[in-house]
């Protein structure tokens, strides 16, 4: 119980970049539009929150700085693979290009510490949140341990990223709104003779997945680290992308597979240098290809046929 | 031919006194020293910076200006080099591990030119190979979180799982193990890829771990993922213990020192070489002796390290200098005696 506790917590705040870019990818994607550039806005926004704390002070201004430049790409991103219906693969993998060398460049140039942002002072970030009588709980056997020590103590990001799964898949499931952007996914030429816009549609779709993004990357950058630091994302956007195809495009799988990946990092880290009785100690690059292994491994036999919408991939073309 | 103005009398006189000695024969013409980054930046608060300074005090000794570039990625570091060559510059100085291949690489093309390196291992006719004793630093390092620790319990973040890093990692289990046998190091490595120096999530996770675990000292070697260990250790109220530069500053009360590396002091020696003409290829390893590796105190860590235990640390690196107490590198065989 006493590494469990810990290990479980490790994975709720690993998990929080994964399940706002697996939720980002399954929006643009339920929509038809394939988006790869999740790692691409994660860490624009990551240092767009980093540079605008470190200048305001404010994590929430962060925030919004965060949102928005992920936001300015997402339209980018749709600009070019709905309004010019462009290869949405590629508009996507120049997006983290662009990215990844710009946020170096320009911290370069603004802050002069090798493309890092200064390191943010506790009030310029989201701190940990005490819930109410987690204290006094803590020492209730069990329950009072899982609130005290599972529950309590994350940044109000975490509560926000685990509240959307439930809003995603009421937003996708039961408003009017998730039907038809579940339609332009399929089929994109029926919602069109029904005289909707199927543009307006995806774009919306893009801008969710913007959105999103844009609260993952302020997490890494103000909550779970003090400030930017270059190709911080490590990858997360492409794991959460498999993570969204794991779970079939769906809110609740996609937030099971996240949790997962969060797990498998948590327990790497963990047992690393550590001896297990009869095998002895695993080798550090074994215990880091666990995860891809896993994968491997869940994707050949586990989880069935992953279907994606029918229109993802796929720009519309209005019939004249 | 000539695109950096060098100027200033003080170099000629110095070219003329040296017109016996310089090699290449190029007596007539004072040194033209760059230097290349790494992917750090100039300003990184830590190793370019010290390169940086370290020039900026030869300069302000010699007068002689120097070439710069801060490469932005891998690519550039190679045709950074050799633009510098091309030019005339020498010596060249490349600064980290990473420039190791393309500096082999240019230096065969440019064999009258001189380069440089810190901390990587090029064995060329033209190339000085500059390393340090991080092994000692870090043994002062461990036998000092030895002396503090509450909980007999240290820990080490490393950056990616190489050599070098190993070098840091065991020399620290080395001085720890000298002050208390018993005592518990436990060592972590971020990955085993570049991507490692810049994980600091990564690097607050594991310190995270550590801490779980009990232990109450940290001392990272991990470039910026370095940055996020601090900052984990700092909010938990534990020590942390810096590398390269002073990092004391960082989170005043939450560091205990920083294992300095003398990356100025090299960079001023291999160029005042240059320019008396007693500048020569091949390996040169500076260590705790030619205070090119230290640790850090000041005002920032003096509340947190008592008079005694300071004379302790003075004493076992006076042992270290004199010889008496033997570090072991294990870069020499790939292996940690503990």
Known sequence: MNSLIPLLDATIRVSVPLVLAGLAGLFSERGGVIDIGLEGKMLAAAFASASVAAVTGSPWLGLAGGIAVSLVL??????????????????????NILVAGLTVTLGMAWFQQGGQTPVLP???????????????????PVLGALYSHLLSGHSILVYLAYALVPGAWWALNRTRFGLRLRAVGENPAAVDTAGLSVTGLRYRGVLIAGLLCGIAGTYMATAQSAGFVRDMTAGKGYIALAAMIFGKWRPFPTLAACLLFGLLDALAIRLQGVAIAGIGEIPVQFIQALPYILTVFLLAGFIGTSIPPKADGIPFVKER | MNPVKLSLSVMTAAAALLAGSATGGRAAEAIKPAIVYDLGGKFDKSFNEGVFHGAEAFKARTGIVFGEFAPTNDAQIEQGLRNFARKGFSPILGVGFDQAEPIKKVAAEFPKIKFAIIDGDVNAPNVQAISFKEYEGSFLAGAL???????????????????????FSCGYAQGAAAINPKIGVTINMTGTTGAAWNDPVKGGELAKSQIESGVDIIYQAAGATGIGVLQTVADAGKLGIGVDSNQNGLHPGHMLTSVMKGVGVATDKTFTEALNGTWQPG??????KEQA?????????????????????????????????AVHNYAEDNHCPL
């Open chain 2, 293 to 325: 590796v230290s640790l850090a105190f000041d005002d920032e860590n003096a509340p947190l390290i008592s008079a005694d235990i300071k004379a302790r640390i003075d004493a076992l690196q006076a042992d270290i200098i004199a010889g008496k107490v």
């Open chain 1, 122 to 140: 506790p009030s310029a970030r989201f701190q940990e949140l005490i819930l109410p009588g987690a204290t006094s709980l803590a020492d209730v």
């Open chain 1, 74 to 95: 997402a339209l980018l991103h749709g600009f070019a693979s709905i309004t010019h219906r462009g290869n949405q693969v590629v508009s996507g993998m120049a997006i």
């Open chain 2, 145 to 167: 979180a030895a002396l503090t620790t509450k909980t007999d319990k240290i820990g080490f973040v490393g950056g990616m799982d190489i050599p070098l890093i190993r070098k």
């Open chain 2, 283 to 288: 390996n040169t390893v500076l260590g705790l």
